[in-house]
């Protein structure tokens, strides 16, 4: 087992210009980018991840970024679909977010599913790159998965371990209150907007100790609604997301059944022009 020793220190001192060059993103939906909707961005999605390395490739030159994430992919399809990959590409920055499709399943265990994740991250780890990895978010805030904040709990706790075994960058999203609210999902109530992608986005930079101008978000305020009003948007999700959802499990089908990684080669960044919806709820305030 590798030391301490043998990997960069998860505290990088970023006095200067940040030392990565070669950025690569694996996972699932989460780091693909689905919810924040870009037509000009391959897949039609940006996401916190092209978030991240628009940050990062206006302060180094040479800087090349790629994206192998796709949607619904459970982890064991993203070690065997994206691990060795990602590898070839010599990256020296890697996030790597998996296993959130696995734990909210009815009947899995979290302790096994980290332990695919810590293989995957002695993989990934071998080299001498940079690897950031994520705890899920507290659900307590909202019922749809609200039961299974215990699991995810325990699914945190193994992964900050395999962090500190391998010297791994937490990106903490349990800790992340600003994204405890439902003006921060997409309508699927499932996947972030584009305000809480941008959330990520900045809190993956302070992990990295990257300065940077992204400021806080504000939502709109929360309309008020009638009981019969919000039963009616119950029963609107229920139809066009969670009946989906529960018949492609039936079904053993995917959402990113014949999806392809938006970014499979390390390639320059294209910075996405700022969206009017995007600009109008930015506040003022500098970056924590």
Same mark, same amino acid.
């Given at each position: ?40 961005? *391959? ?7 092209? =978030? ?10 040479? %800087? ?28 020296? #920055? ?22 695919? %994740? $810590? ?6 780890? =071998? ?6 990895? %994520? ?17 995810? /709990? ?8 395999? /962090? ?5 960058? !937490?990106?903490?999203?349990? /800790? ?7 003006? %921060? ?13 941008? $959330? ?15 400021? *806080? ?18 029963? !609107? ?13 039936? =079904? ?8 392809? /990684?938006?970014?499979?080669?390390? #390639?320059? !960044? ?19």
């Amino acid at each position: 087992m590798p030391t301490k020793d043998d990997h960069r220190s998860p505290f990088v001192d970023n006095a200067g210009p940040h030392p990565w060059r070669r950025y690569v993103a694996l996972g699932d939906s989460f780091t693909e980018g689905v919810g924040d909707p870009e037509p000009s961005s *391959p897949n039609g999605l940006r996401g916190w991840a092209d =978030r991240v390395a628009e940050v990062l490739s206006q302060q180094v030159d040479d %800087f090349a970024y790629a994206n192998l994430a796709i949607r619904g992919r459970l982890i064991g399809q993203i070690i065997a679909e994206q691990v060795e990959p990602a590898i070839a590409l010599k990256p020296d #920055l890697i996030t790597f977010s998996a296993g959130g499709n696995d734990v909210i399943r009815p009947g899995s265990d979290p302790d096994a599913v980290a332990q695919q %994740f $810590e293989d995957a991250v002695v993989r990934l780890s =071998r080299d001498g790159a940079t690897v950031v990895v %994520f705890t899920g978010i507290d659900t307590a805030f909202t019922p749809v998965f609200r039961g299974i904040r215990g699991k995810v /709990a325990i699914y945190n706790e193994n992964i900050r371990a395999i /962090a500190d075994r391998y010297d791994c960058i !937490v990106a903490d999203q349990w /800790a992340l209150k600003e994204v405890q609210d439902m003006r %921060f999902f997409d309508d699927d109530r499932l996947h972030y907007n584009a305000l809480g992608h941008h $959330e990520i986005a900045r809190m993956v930079l302070r992990a990295l100790n990257v300065p940077n101008d992204l400021r *806080p978000m504000q939502p709109d305020p929360l309309p008020h609604r009638t009981w019969r009003k919000a039963r009616t948007s119950d029963l !609107v999700w229920a139809r066009e997301h969670l009946v989906p959802w529960v018949l492609r499990r039936l =079904r053993q089908q995917s959402s990113g059944d014949h999806i392809t /990684a938006k970014r499979p080669d390390p #390639l320059p !960044v294209v910075m996405s022009a700022p969206r009017a919806d995007a600009a109008s709820q930015t506040r003022e305030g500098m970056d924590s």
